[in-house]
Nanobody, 118 residues
Framework: VQLQASGRGLVRAGGSLRLSCAASGTISAVRNMYWYRQIPGKQRELVATISRDGSTDYTDSTKGRFTISRDNAKKAVYLEMNSLKPEDTAVYYC?????????????WGRGTLVTVSS
């Protein structure tokens, strides 16, 4: 099982960027999907969560600016980021609870760098 993220980039403050992440491999089901980020020198933090039925949750600093969505058929999760701020600069990671056969495990994608210039 692999999670492949895309959408890294450099954007000016106030701009927008969309991250994508797709799961591949022999997958029985994908339950919750997540986006995390890690700012240099800080711990990785949860940014947004989406359940299989589409219920979402966000960290306070991104509410109203970021939108998480998913396409269950494509086993993909997206993060639409608007009104970006320099403090959003971080490496963003997708994460998912994936069942293979009867066993569910948590998987991480490689990080993708988002840089917001002031």
């Amino acid at each position: 099982v692999q999670l492949q993220a895309s959408g890294r980039g450099l954007v000016r403050a106030g701009g927008s960027l969309r991250l994508s992440c797709a799961a591949s491999g022999t997958i029985s089901a994908v339950r919750n999907m997540y986006w995390y980020r890690q700012i240099p020198g800080k711990q990785r933090e949860l940014v947004a969560t989406i359940s299989r039925d589409g219920s979402t949750d966000y960290t306070d600093s991104t509410k109203g600016r970021f939108t998480i969505s998913r396409d269950n058929a494509k086993k993909a999760v997206y993060l639409e980021m608007n009104s970006l701020k320099p403090e959003d600069t971080a490496v963003y990671y997708c994460n998912a609870d994936i069942r293979v056969g009867f066993k569910e495990s948590n998987y991480w994608g490689r990080g993708t760098l988002v840089t917001v210039s002031s």
